[in-house]
């Protein structure tokens, strides 16, 4: 199956009042996990490469890209291909060559003046290509750290002002999630979310949801949430399987051996949150 766009599935996903997952891809294998997990799930998915899985390959987008967008056509399964927390604008660039249709623009460290500005380009030069683009509005109400810091909160007249401002297809806003949980303990502030969504006018993105309980997943995407992202929960399943195989089988060289049961962990962790997300129309 070819690829679709970001923006086909999150468009769709909002006209049926629920939401697209969105999953980190670092490896091959966290690439084929997603595809497989869509499939088995019935679901779409976006894969999602980040600044920092480009960095962890070396700086060279071209492998990683071509790779994951191979395993997307060869699925059965709708499935897009997201490039995801860009501060370089040379990576920015870089995404109309490598079969990407959106880009998440990072901007979130800057002041938010330089942030609109900034970000405002970036909008100006994807839509000229026909890209989708992604914002995080960062730096909230004053408050140290970006939109997920423990204890920040997206002010919503801020929001749509940002929204406004920059022309942004879509807008990650802090209600209570953070990046890098490992444990899923985390308690969004939904009415914040409901008020969010009436207050910006594009969809809204969940930054940070590994950490988020199925049924806070669910409420978020009741009360207004359309694309949720989900990194940590994968690396997570990858490094518990390929941690119990080792140690029931120290002796190990062949890496075939531990990803195997690697990409299927990642696999049933991505069908669990599609089927969730999937059963969360508002």
Not at 22 to 51: C, D, K, R
Not at 217 to 233: D, E, P, Q, S
């Given at each position: 199956?070819?690829?679709?766009?970001?923006?086909?599935?999150?468009?769709?996903?909002?006209?049926?009042?629920?939401?697209?997952?969105?999953?980190?891809?670092?490896?091959?294998?966290?690439?084929?996990?997603?595809?497989?997990?869509?499939?088995?799930?019935?679901?779409?998915?976006?894969?999602?490469?980040?600044?920092?899985?480009?960095?962890?390959?070396?700086?060279?987008?071209?492998?990683?890209?071509?790779?994951?967008?191979?395993?997307?056509?060869?699925?059965t399964a709708r499935l897009a291909l997201h490039l995801d927390h860009v501060e370089s604008t040379a990576l920015l660039h870089a995404a109309s060559a490598h079969d990407f249709t959106s880009v998440m623009f990072d901007a979130s460290k800057l002041p938010y003046g330089d942030n609109v500005k900034a970000t405002a380009e970036a909008v100006r030069w994807a839509h000229e290509r026909g890209l989708w683009l992604e914002a995080e509005i960062g730096r909230i109400g004053g408050k140290a750290g970006d939109a997920h810091t423990p204890g920040v909160r997206t002010d919503p007249a801020e929001?749509?002002?940002?929204?406004?401002?920059?022309?942004?297809?879509?807008?990650?806003?802090?209600?209570?999630?953070?990046?890098?949980?490992?444990?899923?303990?985390?308690?969004?502030?939904?009415?914040?979310?409901?008020?969010?969504?009436?207050?910006?006018?594009?969809?809204?993105?969940?930054?940070?949801?590994?950490?988020?309980?199925?049924?806070?997943?669910?409420?978020?995407?009741?009360?207004?949430?359309?694309?949720?992202?989900?990194?940590?929960?994968?690396?997570?399943?990858?490094?518990?399987?390929?941690?119990?195989?080792?140690?029931?089988?120290?002796?190990?060289?062949?890496?075939?051996?531990?990803?195997?049961?690697?990409?299927?962990?990642?696999?049933?962790?991505?069908?669990?949150?599609?089927?969730?997300?999937?059963?969360?129309?508002?």
């Amino acid at each position: 199956m070819s690829l679709v766009s970001t923006g086909e599935l999150v468009t769709a996903a909002r006209a049926a009042r629920t939401a697209v997952v969105a999953f980190n891809v670092i490896t091959v294998e966290h690439a084929e996990a997603i595809a497989a997990g869509a499939e088995a799930a019935g679901v779409p998915a976006v894969l999602q490469i980040s600044e920092n899985a480009v960095k962890f390959h070396g700086g060279a987008l071209a492998p990683i890209a071509t790779a994951t967008a191979a395993v997307a056509r060869a699925s059965t399964a709708r499935l897009a291909l997201h490039l995801d927390h860009v501060e370089s604008t040379a990576l920015l660039h870089a995404a109309s060559a490598h079969d990407f249709t959106s880009v998440m623009f990072d901007a979130s460290k800057l002041p938010y003046g330089d942030n609109v500005k900034a970000t405002a380009e970036a909008v100006r030069w994807a839509h000229e290509r026909g890209l989708w683009l992604e914002a995080e509005i960062g730096r909230i109400g004053g408050k140290a750290g970006d939109a997920h810091t423990p204890g920040v909160r997206t002010d919503p007249a801020e929001a749509a002002s940002y929204a406004a401002e920059t022309g942004v297809d879509a807008l990650a806003v802090a209600v209570g999630s953070t990046h890098a949980m490992t444990e899923r303990t985390a308690t969004l502030d939904h009415t914040l979310i409901a008020t969010l969504r009436e207050a910006v006018p594009v969809p809204l993105v969940l930054h940070g949801s590994s950490g988020v309980p199925d049924g806070e997943l669910r409420r978020a995407v009741r009360a207004g949430m359309t694309k949720i992202n989900v990194g940590t929960a994968l690396n997570t399943a990858f490094t518990g399987a390929v941690r119990a195989f080792l140690e029931a089988h120290p002796s190990t060289v062949d890496p075939r051996k531990y990803l195997a049961p690697a990409r299927e962990a990642m696999t049933g962790a991505v069908a669990g949150f599609l089927r969730n997300v999937s059963r969360s129309c508002r």
